[in-house]
């Protein structure tokens, strides 16, 4: 089974703009969950979707957004970014019963 | 609210010797406990998962992990170590009533001396 795919890998964009990443989860699997990570926060965990449907979020200022396609690919979207939104942006996928998640490479964002 | 703490934000060893990575965590109820690994420019990779069956769990790679629910700690092993063992590892804790949010902590490098 391939494993979780995160596009792109790497983006650099400027403070302002907006951007979007995306991530496809494990076939079957429904459950999507979006995590920051940091040198200085380390992993925080932004929202989490299952069938199309936002079940938790995390602290996070309203400039950041998810969505969960049918097909259970999830795109998580920064609005108005700021120099502090640069970080290492993680997607995993789980099935419903079972509790481990299982990870993608991530996609490094720079804000400059 | 979960709370994980990993002792020891840096480990070292040399090749051979044992590794001992530490976790515990706070929780009123039986938790999920798993441990990642994250080598550089990756995502995390599963090594054990921990969820109420067999205290003593093992995992991917020769590492294992015993649950001590007295002590809340879900420690990380591995007899002997690696140079291929060098890398960030993650305590995480999972609820059911917290569907899809995994609690980590701040993680351990290990380092591995030739």
């Known amino acids: 089974k391939a494993g979780v795919t995160q596009t792109p890998r790497y983006l650099i964009k400027t403070r302002g703009q907006q951007v979007t990443l995306s991530c496809s989860p494990i076939s079957g699997h429904r459950s999507v969950s979006w995590y920051q990570q940091t040198p200085g926060q380390g992993l925080q965990f932004l929202f989490e979707y299952f069938s199309e449907t936002q079940r938790n979020k995390g602290n996070f200022p309203g400039r950041f957004s998810g969505r969960q396609f049918s097909n259970s690919r999830s795109e998580m979207n920064v609005s108005t970014l700021e120099l502090g939104d640069s970080a290492l942006y993680l997607c995993a996928s789980s099935l419903e019963t079972i509790r481990e998640q299982y990870f993608g490479p991530g996609t490094r964002l720079t804000v400059t | 609210a979960q709370s994980v703490t990993q002792l020891g934000s840096h480990v070292s060893v040399s090749e051979g010797a044992l590794v001992l990575l530490r976790c515990n965590y706070s929780s009123s109820v039986p938790p999920y406990l798993f441990w990642y690994v994250q080598y550089p420019n990756q995502g995390l990779q599963l090594l054990l998962k921990?969820?109420?069956?067999?205290?003593l769990v093992k995992g991917i790679n020769g590492f294992e992990a015993e649950f001590k629910k007295s002590e809340t700690s879900f420690h990380l092993t591995k007899p002997s170590a690696h140079m291929s063992d060098a890398a960030e590892y993650f305590c995480a804790v999972g609820r059911g009533s917290t569907l899809g949010r995994l609690y980590f902590g701040r993680g351990t490098q290990l380092t591995v001396w030739p």
């Open positions: 921990y969820t109420s069956a067999a205290t």
